[in-house]
């Protein structure tokens, strides 16, 4: 029997390129973004079904879910890849701005999980992958808003993990560094909309140049990324934490360090700066 997998956030980037993915391993997929006309290329292709999915709107997800379920019969596997970085210093950052970036990066990966559950438990079987980031490792300046969204991500998986495992439903997180993808451009006109206090002018500096900010080389391309995604949805038994690129295998030995070091590194790194 054909697989089928429900992916958020696929207008573009690591979304669009692990529809791609799993559709390459003839799975049956259901791609989904805010604008459907941002997906309608992915729908030409065999095994693909497209929708419209606000993942902060109840009532959207639980009509593609119920849709999928109809048409179907089953859902193996749910990414949550929808989301985005609102960065800036704590004190920019203005809290209906706060509360946006959780109601994307948290609440919705929450209300997608609570759709599928059922269904997968009935059966015994599924997955979960959710998409977080380095980030959720290790917390920077000027990221402390989105990195706290991932580690929120991350606890909210580490718990679910061991609370589906009795049903057969495997959950892990990706955790990509710099991915090349327009994620740099979302940044950028997200700072750019802050209103600055006045007294972070070392940070606003660093992000003018995001390759400063591990942009650039260090990216990874987003079918590097797609291919733990289908791996996490496809294996018995998956890993709980796929670290992808470099950056992200240095933010999972910077989680271990003690935090007088970790204080250290960005106090050192900011006189640089």
Not at 59 to 65: A, H, I, K, N, S
Not at 127 to 142: C, L, M, T
Not at 233 to 250: E, F, H, I, N
Not at 253 to 262: A, E, F, Q, S
């Amino acid at each position: 029997m054909t697989r089928t997998v429900l992916i958020t956030g696929c207008s573009s980037g690591i979304g669009r390129a692990s529809a791609e993915a799993f559709l390459d391993e003839e799975w049956t997929v259901y791609a989904t973004a805010r604008d459907p006309a941002d997906i309608e290329a992915l729908g030409e292709r065999d095994g693909c079904r497209t929708a419209t999915l606000d993942v902060t709107d109840r009532d959207d997800v639980e009509r593609v879910v119920d849709r999928m379920l109809d048409e179907e019969g089953r859902i193996d596997a749910l990414v949550n890849n929808a989301g985005y970085g609102k960065l800036g210093p704590v004190e920019d950052v203005p809290a209906d701005a706060a509360r946006e970036q959780f109601e994307v990066n948290v609440y919705g990966p929450h209300r997608l999980i609570r759709a599928v559950l059922p269904a997968m438990r009935r059966r015994e079987d599924g997955a979960i992958v959710n998409v977080s980031s380095a980030a959720g490792r290790v917390s920077f300046p000027g990221g402390g808003v989105y990195c706290g969204s991932k580690y929120a991500l991350e606890a909210m998986s580490d718990a679910l993990r061991n609370e589906v495992r009795e049903y057969g439903i495997g959950v892990s997180l990706i955790e990509p560094g710099p991915v090349d993808t327009g994620f740099d451009e979302r940044v950028e006109a997200e700072i750019d909309g802050l209103d600055r206090s006045g007294a972070y002018d070392d940070f606003y500096e660093l992000a003018d140049d995001y390759e400063a900010v591990g942009g650039g080389f260090l990216a990874v391309p987003p079918e590097r990324v797609a291919e733990d995604i289908v791996d996490a949805a496809s294996s018995t038994k998956p890993p709980a934490r796929y670290q992808v690129g470099p950056l992200a295998t240095v933010a999972e030995v910077g989680r271990i360090l003690p935090t007088r070091l970790v204080d250290a590194a960005w106090a050192f790194a900011s006189k640089l700066s």
